[in-house]
């Protein structure tokens, strides 16, 4: 039932927290948007770093387009949580997006390095 679920949610998250991992949760709404969560997870939700990523446009493709970028991303990323580096992060969205770690971290607005920021944060 959905008291049970959210209690052994709640608890995963906690062990997430005490053992010093990343959680990475993702909505279409913001946090203080989200309805039907107790306090105590807003509370933890808005803990951590919040990132709000937005879309040119909401269509099918674009959708699909994200989800298998992030996916083969994350793919590459799969590694024991010591080893997860800012610097390995960056390097792998470059090395996807055959760019430069330079131009993520440049001041440009080139359509290119803004995609790759994006997914890189």
Do not use: W
Not at 4 to 23: G, Y
Not at 44 to 68: C, H, L, M, P, W
């Amino acid at each position: 039932d959905r008291s049970t679920t959210l209690k052994v949610l709640f608890e995963i998250i906690n062990s997430h927290i005490e053992a010093d991992k990343q959680i990475i949760i993702a909505s279409d709404k913001m946090v203080k948007e989200l309805s039907g969560f107790e306090s105590r997870f807003i509370t933890r939700f808005n803990s951590g770093a919040i990132k709000r990523v937005s879309f040119f446009t909401e269509d099918e493709s674009n959708i699909q387009y994200t989800t298998k970028v992030i996916s083969n991303i994350f793919r590459e990323l799969e590694i024991a949580p010591e080893e997860m580096t800012a610097q390995r992060i960056l390097q792998t969205v470059a090395n996807y997006y055959k760019i430069k770690p330079t131009d993520m971290l440049g001041t440009s607005r080139k359509g290119e390095f803004i995609v790759a920021r994006h997914m890189a944060m």
